[in-house]
């Protein structure tokens, strides 16, 4: 796994929208339930070390509604329906997906 740190922008992006679209189908399967919090974690990770002062103007709305609306996501994992939650992590997985590019 490359350092996070020497990743670029659109890659942690894309990174952070894989990982979405990831636990968005895992959120559903026994088996993989578990590693649902292991990506939730790197993701953290890659948001904590993307600074939106290090973003382009254009992405920048992107990311603070992203960041808020992450922490709002991680809080309500295990309170609101499975089917909601994953329809939120992967509504952000393709808005993220899409607007890489600019980050």
């Known amino acids: 796994m490359n350092s996070i740190n020497s990743l670029s922008n659109k890659d942690k992006v894309l990174d952070i929208s894989v990982n ?7 959120i559903f399967s026994e088996t993989k339930n578990s590693r649902v919090d292991q990506f ?37 994992k295990d309170s609101v329906g499975k089917e909601e939650w994953a329809e939120k992590a992967l509504t952000w997985a393709n808005i993220l997906q ?3 590019s600019i980050a």
């Open 20 to 26: 979405l679209a990831r636990v968005s189908d895992w």
């Open 40 to 76: 939730l974690a790197e993701t953290r990770e890659y948001l904590s070390s993307m600074n939106s002062e290090d973003v382009s103007d254009k992405f920048r709305p992107t990311l603070i509604s992203f960041k808020k609306e992450f922490e709002k996501l991680l809080k309500e």
């Open 98 to 100: 899409h607007r890489a």
